[in-house]
C-alpha cells in the first residue's frame, strides 16, 4: 500500500509497503528538480536483514515515466501473463511486475547503483498489492512525486 507521507520540513515521500510483510518497503523520497527536463529523487529498499538506497535516481520529462507504466498495471487488473519491466535510463532501478491468481501484483524493486563501475551490486525486494485500488492509489501517489513543481517539497 502507498502512502503519502507530507511534512512543511521534509520532502514528500512514497511508501510501498508489502501486503504479505509490512517489514518489506520501498520508499521515494528527497526529490529535487534540478532543471526543467528531469526530476532526481532517493530510493530505499527495506527487508528484514536489509536496508539499501540509490541517490539521484533520474526521471526524464521526455522518457518512460514510471507513473504511466504503474497506470498501465492497475488498469490490467483483471491481470496478465508474464512479466512486464520498466527501468530508468541509467538502469538504477528496475520493476518487474507480476499479477498472480486472485488479483495480487508483485512488484520487484531492483536497485543497482554504478552500473557501469567494477564492483558494482544490486538489491531487490518485493512487495505484493492488491491489483485493483492499492496499485491505482500508487500510481496517482507516484504522478504527484514526479510531477510536483516545487521539486517535491510538501
Known amino acids: 500500500m502507498s502512502s503519502r507521507d507530507i ?8 511508501t510501498v509497503r508489502c501486503q504479505n510483510n509490512r517489514s518489506v ?8 528538480r534540478p532543471d526543467e527536463d528531469r526530476v532526481q529523487y532517493t530510493v530505499e529498499a527495506s527487508a528484514p536483514g536489509l536496508t539499501t538506497r540509490v541517490d539521484e535516481v533520474v526521471a526524464w520529462n521526455w522518457g518512460a515515466e514510471l507513473a504511466p507504466f504503474l497506470e498501465g498495471l492497475a488498469a490490467d487488473f483483471r491481470g496478465w501473463e508474464g512479466q512486464r519491466v520498466w527501468h530508468t535510463t541509467d538502469r538504477d532501478l528496475t520493476i518487474s511486475a507480476v499479477c498472480r491468481s486472485g488479483g495480487h501484483v508483485g512488484l520487484t524493486w531492483t536497485l543497482r547503483p554504478w552500473t557501469t563501475a567494477a564492483g558494482g551490486w544490486e538489491a531487490s525486494v518485493t512487495t505484493w498489492l492488491d491489483a485493483g485500488e492499492q496499485m491505482s492509489a500508487l500510481a496517482a501517489d507516484i504522478r504527484h512525486f514526479l510531477t510536483q513543481e516545487d521539486g517535491g517539497r510538501g
Open 25 to 32: 518497503s520501498v520508499r521515494l523520497y528527497d526529490s529535487s
Open 7 to 14: 511534512d512543511l520540513n521534509t520532502p514528500t515521500a512514497v
